[in-house]
């Protein structure tokens, strides 16, 4: 069974810190995204990325937030001065196209101390 | 504003019944509808997905209904057993945008069946 790749799977990173968090999507998808929980909460949206640039993002996602797909296999989220609100599990998700069910990677737990 | 809402944060029952979990929405008007179970400390896991068109899906002991009148779905794990114990979530795509849309969560119910 195909799966979404997320490394690492746990970061702990000083609170201004730039992180990268990483992802390998299945090879044969097309959509790719970004979700994040904050500890007891519901799965949140951040970004979707198709055709290689950002096709919607939330509020959550700021201009402290990027995404990129360096090559044709990974796809990163960088946060470039984290907070302690960041502390959260990321998610990686891809899907084939609209109408299928999303793969979620395992997570990065992030925390910011 | 929208809000997708599962009812019941928690739920327990015995090994063999049938639980139903219970996910409304308000101010959508959802193209489809998805549930996933995700286990403590995991990323969901797809189980089903049914259309704006379809009334009911299975698949082995699941079963999952939509009645966009009512805005709502109902998902039902038959003959439970503990190894069904987790938490479901119900996740919808709005009907703008279908292709790539982003899927807006709800919290979840956290099921728990006893043997």
């Known amino acids: 069974e195909p799966e979404v790749t997320q490394t690492p799977s746990h970061q702990v990173t000083q609170m201004g810190q730039e992180v990268i968090l990483r992802c390998v999507p299945i090879s044969n998808h097309l959509y790719f995204y970004w979700y994040r929980q904050i500890l007891g909460q519901k799965v949140e949206f951040l970004v979707s990325f198709y055709n290689n640039e950002i096709s919607e993002k939330s509020e959550i996602f700021d201009d402290q937030f990027s995404v990129e797909r360096p090559d044709g296999s990974n796809f990163t989220l960088k946060i470039r001065s984290t907070k302690l609100e960041d502390s959260a599990m990321y998610f990686c998700?891809?899907?084939?196209?609209?109408?299928?069910?999303?793969?979620f990677g395992s997570g990065t737990r992030l925390t910011v101390v | 504003s929208q809000k997708i809402e599962q009812n019941s944060e928690a739920l327990n029952i015995q090994e063999g019944k049938t639980a139903t979990l219970t996910c409304n929405y308000t101010?959508?008007?959802?193209?489809?509808l998805q549930w996933y179970r995700q286990d403590p400390g995991r990323g969901p896991v797809f189980l089903l997905l049914i259309r704006e068109n379809e009334k009911e899906k299975r698949k082995e002991r699941l079963k999952v209904t939509f009645d966009t009148t009512l805005k709502q779905s109902l998902f039902h794990i038959t003959a439970s057993q503990p190894a069904d114990s987790a938490t479901y979530l119900c996740?919808?795509?709005?009907?703008?945008?279908?292709?790539?849309?982003?899927?807006?969560f709800g919290k979840g119910t956290t099921l728990s069946v006893s043997s």
């Open positions: 998700a891809s899907t084939r196209t609209g109408g299928y069910g999303y793969t």
């Open positions: 996740a919808l795509a709005p009907l703008i945008n279908q292709a790539g849309t982003a899927l807006i």
């Open positions: 101010n959508y008007s959802p193209a489809y």
